[in-house]
């Protein structure tokens, strides 16, 4: 079992940026094969895929964020990241990291839950007009 601790979320203004990080309990980002993914989930709606990464340098995003939001892994840090810019309230929601790790077989990644075998608790994200 992979636990992940999801950190960095809090209440921003419109066009305020955050930064989430995503820790995986005893593992190095730097050591692991992996597939790593941030999902979120708005009050009243499904949670929603925003990114995928993967140990061999691979990122998804989903098509409406990829301008705004970028993710990766902060070695130094041994934190999965994702960088949120420009934020608008549609933003608000709980972000979830969400992890197949440390034996990724390579086989497929990205914005669907099946990739992923592991999951956070979620942070919340609140963007204010």
């Known amino acids: 079992q992979v636990q992940l601790v999801e950190s960095g979320g809090g209440s921003v203004q419109a066009g305020g940026s955050l930064r989430l990080s995503c820790a995986a309990d005893?593992?190095?980002?730097?050591?692991?094969?992996?597939?790593m993914g941030w999902f979120r989930q708005a009050p009243g709606k499904e949670r929603e895929g925003v990114a995928s990464?993967?140990?061999?340098?691979?990122?998804t995003y989903a098509d409406s964020l990829k301008d705004r939001f970028s993710t990766g892994i902060d070695n130094a840090k041994n934190r999965l990241y994702l960088q949120m810019n420009s934020l608008e309230p549609e933003d608000t929601a709980v972000y979830y990291c969400?992890?197949?790790?440390?034996?990724?077989?390579?086989?497929?990644?990205?914005?669907?839950?099946?990739?992923?075998?592991?999951w956070g608790q979620g942070t919340q994200v609140t963007v204010s007009s």
């Open positions: 990464v993967t140990s061999d340098g691979r990122t």
């Open positions: 969400a992890a197949d790790l440390p034996f990724y077989d390579g086989s497929g990644c990205g914005l669907r839950e099946y990739y992923y075998k592991f």
């Open positions: 005893g593992y190095a980002y730097s050591r692991s094969r992996y597939c």
